[in-house]
DNA sequence: GCCGTTCTGGACGAAATAGTCAAGAATGCC
DNA sequence: GGCATTCTTGACTATTTCGTCCAGAACGGC
C-alpha cells in the first residue's frame, strides 16, 4: 500500500490548536505551527489544506468539543440543575483564574479576530453560542422546576446573561484583572439569580 | 520656518483606530492605514513611530476617552445614578446591537489579541479595566445609597458583573447573536440587580 | 525672493511568510 | 525482493509587509 502517516492527527491539531489560540489567526505563523509540531510544512498541507482550511478544521473540532463538554456538565436530573449550573459557571471562572496565559474562550478570540471578515468563522461561532445558550437555558429550566430558581423569568434570558458574564470574566481576564474579582464576579452572577 | 504638516492628527488617528479595531493588530497592514488616512508612509513613520507605537497610542486615546465618557455618563447626583446605570448599560448593548459589523470593544478586543505578548498593551487595558469598574463601583454605590439598590451587596462585586456582562454581550455580538437577545441580556443585568 | 527646516510621497531594500515541489523514504501487497 | 502508493523533508518561489530613504514641496523668517 501506502506509507502510513507518522505523526498522530488529534495530537497535531491540539498542538496547531494552542498556536491559534495564543497568537491568533493573523499572528500565527505556518513555520510557527511546523516547528511546534514538528512536522515539515509538507505534510502540513498534505494533511489539512492551506491555514484557513487548517483554522476552520481546528475551529470545529473545538467548538464540537466545548459543546459536548457542556452538555456533560449540565445535563442530568432537574433536582441537580442548579448544582450543575453553579459548577459549570464557577468553574469555568476558576479555569480563567488558572489560565496563566490569560487565552479565554477560543471560540470568542477567534470570533473577536475574524467574524468581521470570515464568514466561516462567523457562521461557526454563532452556532456554538446558540447551542451553549441552549444547553444553558435547558439547564435553567431544569432549575426553575426544581425551585431553585424563581419561576417567573424567562429561562433563556438567564441563561443568556449567565453565558455573557462567563464570557465577559474571560474578556476581562485576558486583560488581567485580579483572580479575587473575576471569582467574586462569577459567584455574584450565581447569586443574583432570582430565588424563589 | 518649516513645512506644516498637512493633515489633521486626530482624524489620521481615528482612521488608523478604525483600521485596528476592524482587522487587529496583526491583520494590519501599514498600507491599509497609508491607504485609508490617504498619508504616504514616510509621513505615517514620521509622526507616529513604527507600527507597534502607532498601535499603543492609538490605544491609548481610546482607552482614555472611553472612560472620559464612561465617568460622564456615570458621575452625578445619588438620586439619578440608578438611571444613569441603566443608560449606560443598556446604551453599551444598543452600541453593539447596532454595530453592523461586530467590532465590539477595542480594550476587549485588544487585550485579547496582544496581553499574552505584549505587556505594554495588557498593562493599559488592566489599568482602563480596573478605572471602569472604579466608575461603575461609584455609580452602585450612589444608587444603594438612594435606595434603588439593595445596600446589602458589595457594589464592587455588583459593578464587576455589570462589566463583565457587558463586555461579554460584546463579545457574543461579534458571534453574531440575535440583536433582541444581547438587549434581553442587558435588561436582564439590569432586573437581577438586588431590590431593596 | 531666498534659505533653512520640516513634511510628503513613493520607490526601494530587507525580512518574513504562504504555499509548492521534487527527491527520497516507508509501507503493504504481490 | 519489486512495486505502486502515499508520506516526509526542506529547499525554493512568489508574495507580502515592514521600515528606510531621498528628492522634491511647502512654509515662515529674513
Given at each position: 500500500m501506502a506509507r502510513p502517516r507518522s505523526f498522530d492527527e488529534g495530537a497535531v491539531l491540539r498542538t496547531a490548536r494552542d498556536r491559534f489560540w495564543s497568537t491568533g489567526y493573523a499572528g500565527t505563523k505556518i513555520d510557527d505551527i511546523a516547528a511546534a509540531t514538528g512536522l515539515g510544512k509538507g505534510s502540513l498541507y498534505g494533511a489539512f489544506g492551506d491555514k484557513h482550511a487548517l483554522f476552520v478544521r481546528i475551529f470545529d473540532d473545538h467548538c464540537a468539543t466545548a459543546i459536548d463538554g457542556a452538555r456533560r456538565k449540565l445535563e442530568g436530573p432537574d433536582s441537580e440543575a442548579y448544582q450543575r449550573l453553579r459548577d459549570y459557571v464557577l468553574g469555568d471562572a476558576d479555569t480563567v483564574i488558572a489560565d496563566e496565559i490569560h487565552r479565554g474562550c477560543l471560540i470568542a478570540k477567534a470570533a473577536a479576530e475574524c467574524a468581521e471578515h470570515d464568514q466561516e468563522i462567523a457562521t461557526r461561532a454563532r452556532k456554538a453560542f446558540r447551542e451553549l445558550n441552549g444547553l444553558l437555558t435547558a439547564c435553567v429550566a431544569a432549575a426553575q422546576r426544581a425551585g431553585d430558581?424563581?419561576?417567573?423569568?424567562?429561562p433563556a434570558r438567564l441563561a443568556g446573561l449567565l453565558l455573557a458574564t462567563m464570557r465577559g470574566i474571560e474578556a476581562l481576564g485576558k486583560g488581567g484583572c485580579d483572580q479575587a474579582g473575576l471569582r467574586g464576579i462569577a459567584e455574584t452572577a450565581l447569586e443574583v439569580l432570582p430565588k424563589p
Amino acid at each position: 500500500m501506502a506509507r502510513p502517516r507518522s505523526f498522530d492527527e488529534g495530537a497535531v491539531l491540539r498542538t496547531a490548536r494552542d498556536r491559534f489560540w495564543s497568537t491568533g489567526y493573523a499572528g500565527t505563523k505556518i513555520d510557527d505551527i511546523a516547528a511546534a509540531t514538528g512536522l515539515g510544512k509538507g505534510s502540513l498541507y498534505g494533511a489539512f489544506g492551506d491555514k484557513h482550511a487548517l483554522f476552520v478544521r481546528i475551529f470545529d473540532d473545538h467548538c464540537a468539543t466545548a459543546i459536548d463538554g457542556a452538555r456533560r456538565k449540565l445535563e442530568g436530573p432537574d433536582s441537580e440543575a442548579y448544582q450543575r449550573l453553579r459548577d459549570y459557571v464557577l468553574g469555568d471562572a476558576d479555569t480563567v483564574i488558572a489560565d496563566e496565559i490569560h487565552r479565554g474562550c477560543l471560540i470568542a478570540k477567534a470570533a473577536a479576530e475574524c467574524a468581521e471578515h470570515d464568514q466561516e468563522i462567523a457562521t461557526r461561532a454563532r452556532k456554538a453560542f446558540r447551542e451553549l445558550n441552549g444547553l444553558l437555558t435547558a439547564c435553567v429550566a431544569a432549575a426553575q422546576r426544581a425551585g431553585d430558581i424563581a419561576g417567573g423569568h424567562d429561562p433563556a434570558r438567564l441563561a443568556g446573561l449567565l453565558l455573557a458574564t462567563m464570557r465577559g470574566i474571560e474578556a476581562l481576564g485576558k486583560g488581567g484583572c485580579d483572580q479575587a474579582g473575576l471569582r467574586g464576579i462569577a459567584e455574584t452572577a450565581l447569586e443574583v439569580l432570582p430565588k424563589p
